[in-house]
């Protein structure tokens, strides 16, 4: 098992940037895949990209290809979400995971494992 701890969230202007973190506890950080996934309210929770547990395969919602990326330290036990050119439509609560699965299956399948969420939100 793992504990995820999210921070970085906040208000920014569209078209800016924001920087997620997620910690997660222990040294074997390498046994999972990670993820990232949002949720707006009334919506659906979504994926929106995916690192493997070395870091060298990387996966993103279409919607924010091109824009952000995830990258991890497996040293740190840290994820990082980096958030370019943000849109109003980015705007929901956004939920670091960790899975014992490959990471190509959090496109479409929830992982075993959350963190409390942390909000961001962008301004028109």
């Known amino acids: 098992q793992v504990q995820l701890a999210e921070s970085g969230g906040g208000l920014v202007q569209a078209g800016g940037s924001l920087r997620l973190s997620c910690a997660a506890s222990?040294?074997?950080?390498?046994?999972?895949?990670m993820g990232w996934f949002r949720q707006a309210p009334g919506k659906e929770r979504a994926f929106v990209a995916a690192i493997g547990m070395s870091g060298g395969l990387t996966y993103y919602a279409d919607s924010v290809k091109g824009r952000f990326s995830i990258s991890r330290d497996n040293a740190k036990n840290t994820v990082w979400l980096q958030m370019n050119s943000l849109k109003p439509e980015d705007t929901a609560v956004y939920y670091c995971?960790?899975?014992?699965?490959?990471?190509?299956?959090?496109?479409?399948?929830?992982?075993?494992?959350w963190g409390q969420g942390t909000q961001v939100t962008v301004s028109s």
């Open positions: 995971s960790a899975t014992v699965r490959p990471a190509n299956l959090l496109v479409l399948t929830p992982p075993e494992y």
């Open positions: 222990g040294r074997t950080a390498s046994r999972y895949a």
